[in-house]
């Protein structure tokens, strides 16, 4: 700690210290005081012996929202840690994020996280949308919304709480029975990192319309598909060849066998020295020339390479291949467990799902093109028997900027029947993925005969918000981003709100400035650990909450409302504590303060106490005095 930081703190400390022991011994304190007194040091120094202590679990900080300022308001935006965020190479936790981190804004970019707000436990919303979608968050989370009025009449957004939105969940105009618009997101940019070693489209193809068991088929009846997938494979060494007089072609390379060979190995056991073969034949035909060794038959040589070769001068031994079969595609759908799935366990693996712009459009083409549909009026649907396959299609087209949903239908009663020449049987559950029109100019079909079906859409499709209810409790947090609109990507693509930090930033500016003056400003360390456990709430947000294990301060209490106060402090918990303070002559707003009334309704109530602080504690300059003085006779003249 600095000389100045050492001397600032034992002067306040010293002056104030009977006050400290009068306010620890009470469950609910309140501090009066003119302005420059130190009420909010004290009991911040207070709390914060609490917590190096470890009697509390939290330091919890409130203020009020002042009347002027409720429209834009105090934002913090906390959703539970468990919630999905959308970052450039996936799905995390919100948890997980720290600060450094990027997210997917709604332009589809990635945006940098600048900051990171833990806000406690906190009661958990379920907002529902009408195309399906689900996103939670804490009651003061902010999204931006048009109201069906805004949006009729083309007026901008406004940026909402969740309970606020709750309040006008239901259009009170004629029209739509929901009043609340959420924006769409962009078509996102991913870091698509990884390498695709199964071309994009031909993946498509084989979970769309494919066999994946012993050998590799696809079935239909375009030959559109055949030439394309035939482009694609060929530099793998691999073709699609007619099977048995039907609809499906399989995959075939240049090989007698599809099975790789075990590697052999030969090494001087004197030396060292080795040579590494492909296979027995291999071996066979190069051993005396490369080492010298003279060997009856193959058979001799694979003998040899199944036993420990112990009297022999040379050791003998077969390697397991990396690859399990020579075409490429299997091997790689192996390695995606892919391989062996059926159609009800199909699903489009990560690397797929997170790959670049282009990729993920080859990829939803060679699924639309072997099994999916298109309306005349262009409406497009996928449907599949495996919901793994449907929730991840439902993903891509919402990450090229559709918000595709689904549908489910028991096919299970249904009887059996011939469709197209096919027999049709029906014995499971049918997942329908409805992918509506793309206002940009992605084609989701190649094949001619349905891409030309396809028709761009007029307008910005509604994501309506039809429900919020109250569904948990959780630990949450709230991040803040360095984009302009403050909008990311929550589970489902919603587009929600982060923290407004210049919001923030004035309630906690006190506050952060006296924790420096008393633990410095390392954020690491012990001093981080401590931090990380100073929780900033708003008055007016608390409705439903209970303060828990914290030590909590409600500052400049002369701005809350009698019933503002009388709410506030029925959320504590009998395993905390409260302090309170204030200025009874600086209200805000003017009348309808009700400190003086809670100071009187507390009076003999046990394990409250009010201390009011007199000019001998004022701590800045000594003409603040007798302005407070003068400013006091000022108003009661009025």
């Not at 981190?101 to 990171?116: A, L, T």
């Not at 009846?221 to 609809?247: A, H, M, Y």
């Not at 291999?282 to 390479?305: F, Q, Y």
Request: net charge positive.
């Amino acid at each position: 700690m600095t000389k100045r930081n050492s001397i600032f703190k034992t002067h306040l400390f010293e002056i104030q210290e009977p006050i400290a022991r009068i306010i620890k011994k009470q469950e609910v304190s309140i501090i009066t005081a003119p302005a420059g007194c130190g009420k909010d040091f004290i009991q911040m120094h207070t709390a914060l012996s609490y917590l190096v202590s470890k009697s509390y679990d939290n330091i919890i900080i409130a203020k009020p929202i002042l009347e002027i300022g409720k429209s834009i308001g105090f934002l913090p935006g906390p959703q539970p840690i468990y919630s999905d965020i959308l970052t450039p190479t996936g799905w995390r936790k919100m948890g997980d994020l720290e600060i450094g981190d990027k997210v997917i804004g709604r332009d589809g970019k990635p945006k940098n996280i600048v900051d990171i707000n833990e806000a406690g436990v906190k009661d958990i919303y379920e907002i529902t949308t009408t195309r399906g979608g689900k996103a939670r968050s804490c009651g003061d989370h902010p999204w931006i919304t048009k109201t069906y009025d805004e949006k009729r009449h083309n007026k901008e957004g406004s940026i909402r709480t969740t309970l606020q939105i709750l309040e006008t969940i239901k259009n009170p105009n004629t029209g739509p029975p929901f009043n609340h618009y959420l924006p769409s997101n962009d078509i996102v940019k991913f870091e698509a990192l990884d390498t695709l070693l199964i071309p994009s489209y031909t993946l498509g193809a084989i979970l769309g319309d494919g066999s994946i068991s012993s050998d590799i088929s696809i079935s239909s009846v375009d030959d559109e598909i055949f030439d394309r997938i035939n482009d694609e494979i060929k530099v793998l060494g691999l073709k699609l060849s007619p099977k048995n007089n039907t609809i499906s072609r399989t995959m075939t390379g240049d090989y007698y066998s599809n099975k790789v060979s075990r590697f052999f190995k030969v090494e001087e056991k004197e030396t060292g020295g080795f040579k590494i073969y492909k296979g027995v034949n291999e071996a066979w035909e190069n051993i005396e020339k490369d080492m010298g060794i003279s060997v009856k038959n193959k058979n001799t040589l694979k003998s040899r390479g199944n036993s420990s070769n112990v009297d022999l001068p040379h050791t003998y031994t077969f390697i397991k291949p990396t690859d399990r079969w020579k075409n490429t595609i299997k091997n790689e759908l192996y390695n995606l467990k892919l391989e062996g799935t059926k159609a009800k366990t199909k699903f489009i693996p990560d690397i797929y799902k997170y790959s670049s712009v282009e990729d993920r459009i080859s990829l939803l083409q060679g699924l639309m093109d072997t099994d999916g549909t298109i309306k005349k009026g262009g409406e497009c649907t996928y449907t599949t028997i495996s919901l793994k396959l449907a929730e991840d299609i439902m993903e891509v087209a919402r990450s090229l900027g559709s918000y595709a949903t689904m549908s489910i239908r028991d096919r299970r009663s249904e009887e059996s029947h011939l469709l197209d020449g096919r027999f049709v049987i029906n014995r499971h559950l049918c997942y329908t993925v409805n992918i509506p029109k793309f206002n940009s100019d992605i084609k989701i079909f190649y094949l001619k005969r349905k891409r030309d079906r396809i028709k761009k859409a007029k307008g910005t499709m509604s994501n309506v918000i039809k429900s919020i209810e109250k569904v948990d409790v959780s630990d949450s947090r709230c991040i803040v981003l360095d984009s302009e609109d403050h909008l990311y990507i929550t589970n489902d693509f919603i587009v929600t709100h982060n923290s407004l930090k210049e919001k923030i930033e004035p309630y906690r500016r006190s506050f952060d400035n006296i924790i420096t003056e008393l633990i410095g400003n390392d954020d690491s360390g012990r001093v981080s650990v401590i931090k990380k456990k100073i929780i900033f709430e708003p008055v007016n947000y608390v409705r439903g909450n209970t303060f828990k294990n914290s030590v909590v301060i409600l500052s400049e209490a002369q701005n809350c409302t009698l019933h503002e106060l009388i709410s506030f402090i029925t959320r504590l918990d009998h395993t905390s504590k409260m302090f309170i303070n204030g200025d009874c002559n600086q209200s805000d707003i003017g009348n309808k303060s009700g400190l003086k009334d809670l100071i009187k309704i507390i009076e003999n109530i046990e394990g409250t106490k009010h201390i009011e602080l007199g000019d001998d504690f004022q701590t800045r300059n000594k003409l603040i005095v007798e302005l407070n003085k003068e400013y006091v006779k000022f108003k009661n003249s009025k």
